[in-house]
């Protein structure tokens, strides 16, 4: 049997108790969303409700004068069109850079890598601008076309293709196969667990995106949950315990994702960050 | 067929002949690579490189939202002179800097836990999802909670603080000399995640021969840590450094959410008054003038970097 060492086991309540610090502040929230109104700052901090009221503030959160449901709906098709078509993008460029030799390719390329540091906000106002224009303004498609061009996603499946063997393209070359065949029957599978992470992470930054809804939405029943929830907060100030059912609803998907997909996620983030 | 006719020709014109069939597959080739590029070279072209060249173009001009085009007014590089007397726009360039601090602190957080948790602990995978946590969640979400923990009166916070006896704790984001600490303390703890688990990795990479070596010389964990653990992680917290720099100028959610910039101008960044000045007020040349402003710093930032790396990181 492996003996447990003690040192070990000291270090570990040490980081557990640390650990708390990132943890609490959810336990609250999570306890909060439960309790009713009054009951919300007793102090010491009762961290299983003495009286429930869970059912009342989800259903009021839910299905109340500012229904959540609609705002769910929103962000969900917002968030999964932006990944649909960001993992399409960056997949078919990411083959390009790579696989396909052709002169501008190198440059284009780091024109593009170039773009990653022009933070979006000095482009705000001109896009702002564009989007009235040509009538993008205030609607879903123009927030998943903001999204979709991801050089991040561009970059990160540009690893994953060079990983793959030449041999292997130039094989599918002789046998008559044009780029496009390559791309879609031999490259595409190859890099499919590469583009599951991506398409979680496209879908988490989508969800809790509030500076592109705030700006480019306006009309209320368009809102994505980031916004509703900016709103919820303002018109029930005082009333905690609703804004934290509001709070933990916001949250609840992103976490069956992070449950589901966690190795993807610490994965996507880990190799994001290595290979820099 | 093609082949045996190749064969059968002179060699320079059997050279000639391969040249011609090889342009036409280059150019299949050329044209498949442009196609495959396009839509992302569109939407670069569209979101990215136009709008930028815009700003330039406005940030030289007076004109606001509610006004028509011809109301332009061109007024030259006038609006960065007034930008560098406007004391909103230099508090928030202060504080920019300022919010700076929470990079490094935040990465030797995270450096410590993982060197803790890649070695000595049990529940490995627990604690990568613990501290991941905040990351993970919507920065809305997040910054309305702490909003409530942080309430100066009923807050669990302060109420922890004063049955301590801390009898007059801090207002924290109600108080202009907290409000910029406090939004600091919960970007640092937001991030503490996503550093930690870059490091975990690049921790994972280094060779365990060099760990034994060092034991046979006799090495301590110190030692370990500042000879081998520290400059083999070095790339990669020059990856975290430039990121992290570059992502605190852009921190916005935080500040629309918790405080708006106030009370009294203490918390706001240079993102913050931009889009107060852009979409609050409508002034768009000046608000283009700032987006300019941030534009070269995060370009000077990301040029200095690159340069400087060669001095210290180790690949």
Redesign the interface.
Known sequence: MKQINV???I??VI??L??L???L??A??LS?SFKIEADV?T???QWIPERWNGFNNYMEVWFGDYPFYLYYWNSLKVAVLTTVLSC???A??A???SK??????KW?FL??LA?Y??????????????YRQIGLFDSHLGLI??G??S?LG?FMLRQFFMGIHDEYIEAAKIDGA???KI?WRIALPIVKPAIATYAILRF?WT??D??NP??FLRTDALYT??LA??KF?TINGEF?SL??A???S??LP??LI?IFG?KQ??DG???G??K? | MRIQTEELLASSKSARLRKKQKSSLEKNEHIAGWLFVAPMLIGVFMFVLLPIAATFVLSMTDWKFVQSMDQLKWVGFGNFTELMSDRVFLKSLLNNGIFLLTVPICMAISLLLAVVINKSVYMKGYFKVAFFMPYISSVVAIAVVWQVLFHPSAGPINQTLMALGIDNPPKWIADPNFSLISVMLIQIWISVGFNLIVYIAGLQAIPKQLYEAAEMDGANGWDKFRKITFPMVSPTSFFLLITGIIASFKVFDLIAVLTKGGPMHSSSVLVWHLYDTAFVNLDIGYSSAMAMVLFVIVFLITIIQWVGQKKWVNY
Do not use: C, D, E
Request: aromatic letters at 18%; a positive charge.
């Open positions: 040192r070990k086991l270090t570990t980081v557990f640390t650990s610090l990132f943890l502040p959810f609250w929230m909060t700052f102090y010491p901090i399409t993008v960056s078919l460029a083959y390009g850079f396909v030799r052709f002169p501008a390719g284009l024109i593009v773009t540091m022009v933070p979006q906000q000095a482009s705000l106002v001109p896009q702002f601008i564009l076309l903001l979709s061009f050089v561009t044009g780029q496009w791309f988490i969800w809790n509030y500076q705030l700006i949950i980031q929830m900016q907060t905690y804004i934290m509001a709070a933990v916001a949250i992103l976490l992070f966690q996620v610490i983030i880990a190799l960050g290595v820099g």
